[in-house]
């Protein structure tokens, strides 16, 4: 039996390092086409190592488009957007939580079905309302459909559900209402899941691409995602050039996710608790 374990155990942790080499390897390549001269974009064998490394491609990928502006106005969205999702999420979670009130449970289900509309069914409808309100080339078109989120309030709910009922009473007792429980002790308490959903609606947020398009215009308010296709020609491609911008836009998520790693794997870990 001991020598069946440790078997598994090595069969685990064999087919998890695949898999982590597999996720890491399009990341590498792309940090290595960066670095390299167009010359060696198409050299056979693909060249993993570049030789000379040529770091100019990140400076002439700035310069070739404003590329300053538009991180700024990718970083407004996505803060703007991940602050109001942070705060719906606290109040909804809280209330399908521990506020009974009539048809609380019908209505969670309703949010939880949403969870099951793709994206795609729901892009016209919404792109007719933004439009019907005159919110094309605007923030608002960007940031007000993206603040309600089905899955950030399931999540909000479940951790709530995990945390002990006698904090709730021992709250009222002291004479807090709803919004002074949730604010004064259950806020203090949920940094693992806000943290989860801060980092899922700052990755989805800042990683955005086809409703930026379809909905900005101006090239002063684009975000950062849409900017890269202007090293997308109608017959050739800088994919020198593509990748180094692509990395240092990718850079905010990467650092946002090191840095909140360890309270987004225990909000995703506590959240499901409880049912």
Same mark, same amino acid.
């Given at each position: 039996?001991?020598?069946? =374990? #440790? ?20 990341? !590498?390549?792309? #940090? ?40 700024? =106005? ?24 521990? !506020? ?10 309703? #949010?939880?079905?949403?969870?099951? !509309? ?14 019907? +309100? ?7 078109? $960007?940031? #007000? ?7 950030? !309030? ?65 090239? =002063? ?7 890269? +296709? ?11 050039? +593509? ?7 990718? $850079? ?24």
């Amino acid at each position: 039996m001991e020598k069946k =374990n #440790i078997f598994k155990k090595i069969a685990v942790y064999f087919f998890l390092t695949l898999g982590g080499i597999t996720m890491v390897l399009p990341f !590498i390549w792309m #940090i290595s086409t960066s670095l390299k001269t167009k010359k060696q974009l198409v050299a056979y064998p693909p060249v993993w190592i570049p030789n000379p490394v040529r770091w100019e491609n990140y400076s002439e990928a700035v310069g070739s488009f404003p590329f300053l502006q538009y991180t700024l =106005n990718t970083l407004f969205v996505t803060v703007s957007v991940l602050v109001g999702t942070v705060i719906i999420s606290l109040c909804a979670g809280y209330a399908f939580a521990r !506020i009974n009130f009539k048809f609380r449970d019908q209505l969670f289900l309703v #949010i939880l079905a949403t969870m099951m !509309i793709p994206g795609q069914v729901t892009m016209i409808p919404i792109f007719k309302l933004v439009k019907d +309100l005159g919110w094309m080339n605007s923030y608002l078109a $960007l940031i #007000i459909p993206s603040l309600c989120s089905g899955f950030s !309030i399931f999540l909000m709910r479940q951790f709530f559900l995990s945390l002990p009922k006698e904090l709730e009473s021992a709250a009222m007792v002291d004479g807090c209402g709803p919004f002074r429980t949730l604010w004064s002790i259950f806020v203090p308490l949920s940094k693992p899941a806000i943290a989860t959903v801060s980092v899922l609606s700052f990755m989805g947020t800042w990683n955005s691409f086809l409703w930026p398009l379809l909905l900005i215009s101006d090239k =002063n308010k684009q975000m950062i995602t849409v900017g890269l +296709l202007q090293f997308q020609g109608a017959f050739s491609t800088s994919y020198e050039l +593509l990748m180094a911008a692509a990395f240092l836009s990718l $850079l905010p998520v990467f650092l946002i996710y090191f840095f909140a790693q360890e309270y987004f794997i225990e909000g995703i870990a506590t959240s499901g608790m409880k049912g």
